[in-house]
C-alpha cells in the first residue's frame, strides 16, 4: 500500500513538472516570435533610414549632373563636388544593399517563413537587382541578394 502511494505520488510529480517544463516551452517559443518580429522591425526601419539617404544622394547627383550644363560657368560644380556627390551616393548606395543583404540573410535562414518573405519582398529584392545591378555582378558582396533573387526566380 505505501509502494503504491508512493508510486502515485511519483506519477503526480513527474506530470507537474512536465506540465511546467511544457509551459516554459511555450513562452520560450512566444518570446523567439517576439524577437524575430523585432529583428525584422530593425531590419526594415534601417533599410527605409538607408533607401532615404540613397534618395538623397541620387537627387543630389541630378542637380550636379544639370548644374553641370549651366551656361553661367560660376555656377557649374566643381570637379571636387562632382567626385564628392559621386562618393555620397556610392556610399548610400552601399550601406542600402547591405542592408537588403541582411534581409536576405534572414530569408535564406527562413527565419520569416519563405511564403510570407516572398509574399513581401519579391517585387523588392526585384527592384533592387534590376536598379543596382552593376554592384550585384560576379564577385560581389551582396551574395544573399543573388541567392534569394535566383531562388525566387527559379520557382516562378
Known sequence: AIGTIVALSAFFVA???????????EKSGK????????????????MHQM???LGEASIH?????????LFDISKRPTEEEVKIGAL?????????????????SVILKEIIPPI????D?????I?????HNNYLGTGTRFRNIIKVHDRWADEG
Open 121 to 125: 519582398y519579391r517585387q523588392m529584392i
Open 51 to 53: 533607401r532615404t539617404r
Open 88 to 104: 555620397m551616393y556610392n556610399e548610400a548606395c552601399e550601406n542600402y544593399l547591405n542592408t537588403i543583404d541582411r534581409l536576405c
Open 31 to 46: 518570446s523567439n516570435e517576439i524577437f524575430t518580429i523585432n529583428t525584422i522591425l530593425k531590419i526594415e526601419t534601417n
Open 15 to 25: 506530470i507537474n513538472q512536465l506540465k511546467r517544463a511544457t509551459e516554459a516551452v
Open 61 to 69: 547627383v541630378s542637380q550636379l549632373e544639370a548644374n553641370s550644363n
Open 116 to 119: 510570407d518573405a516572398k509574399k
Open 127 to 131: 527592384d533592387t537587382v534590376c536598379v
